[in-house]
């Protein structure tokens, strides 16, 4: 038996290579197309995690987002750890969907201990801005051609902080002298209004310059809030914003939004708060802005459905080709099996020897479908399509055998 094989082997060399290589060939091109589909998803997980999605607190009209005078009860939403509803405690926080948050409140100060700035007149009554960030505050943005420059290492996440830090404009800090430490420093008078009359007195430290004309100190809101809330007993932010955490959980998202903010209304119509206990309206309204998101999965989305369709086209057209390549290999040996059948062959064994050497075509195969997995590599997925595929080209390859040796003008029968 095995030197009969052998013997076949040597004779169909050429013959099995080729077979060996489209089954290669084949098998690479199912796992690659499988591969496609891995690949559509794995851009769509990729697209959740990696597209940052705002949500956006705004006038009902949406059209203003800066100085809407946003109450603390609002700001806590955002930032606290704890979360109720209707006075009932909820097992998840409102803060939990969200990272990053922006906020930014406004409040002025007085330098009079300053005679330069005196002088100028830009003592009184200037903006002292709190940001959780700069990306709090537009006027800061790149975008706007404004550079910061920090004097101390990790800047950025000390200005975000709770210490008594701030940035200041080039021509408002050549008004100012170092210290003996070498730093910049300034005692303000910090007040809710310009013609506020209470005030709190607070040092700073400069730790950064802008590059912009401007007299506007901002520091970190921590510090501003806490003012606010010595000064008028409640924190007011100008503007509100946050990216969302998950963004597969931007539904659950939406549905925790409706509780407290209305929809865009361009018309500006109140929106009555849903489950209120007297009749109340929204004094807000948010925005989520995925659109990017949405299309770019949706995008994605429609490809591997299209894909998806396509397969099971793409694995018959492959299983017919790998059936009637088996089946011709061994149809067209039709006078070779006739002489080992005239020998005394039995059909059983010549159908044996049929599958074995095709099996070692098959195992040939196996690197050359790997060596074309080094060239694109796709992953994994479609190895039962690639032995339906194998077994696909067995099949045809026994049933031409079958055939063949089953023809009485063959002689011998079992």
Known sequence: MIFYITRRIKHNLVKGLAMAILLGFLGWFLLLF????????????????????????????????????????????????????????????????VKDVKIKSTLYYTITANPALADKGESQNQKIVGITSTAAEPALSQTEGVQIHYFVRDGEAKLGSGEPVCIVSESFLDSLTMDADGKYRMVLQVHTSPDANEAKTISVEIIGCYTKADNTIYCSWNTVAEIQKLLSGEIIADSLEATIRDNRELDAFRVLLKRHFAEVNPTGEPTPIPNAPVLSYFRY????????????????????????????VVVVLALIIAFFAGFLYVYVQKKPLAVARSLGTSKNTVLLSIVL????????????????????????????????????FLAGAWIAGYVVCGKKAYGNSE
């Open 34 to 97: 499988n591969g496609f589909i891995t690949q559509k998803q794995i851009e769509i997980d990729r697209a959740y995690e990696t597209m940052p999605v705002s949500v956006v607190i705004s006038n009902l009209q949406g059209t203003q987002t800066d100085n809407l005078w946003i109450p603390e009860s609002v700001i806590d939403y955002f930032i606290r750890d704890s979360y109720s509803y209707l006075g009932k405690q909820e097992p998840v926080a409102f803060s939990s969907y």
């Open 285 to 312: 309204a948010a925005t989520i802005h995925d659109q990017h998101l949405q299309q770019t999965v949706r995008s994605l989305s429609q490809n591997m459905k299209t894909l998806q369709l396509l397969l099971p």
């Open 357 to 392: 050497e095709n099996l070692v075509w098959i195992a040939v195969g196996v690197p050359v479908c790997l060596g074309l997995l080094r060239l694109m590599y796709m992953g994994h997925r479609g190895l039962t399509c690639v032995a339906a595929v194998n077994f696909g």
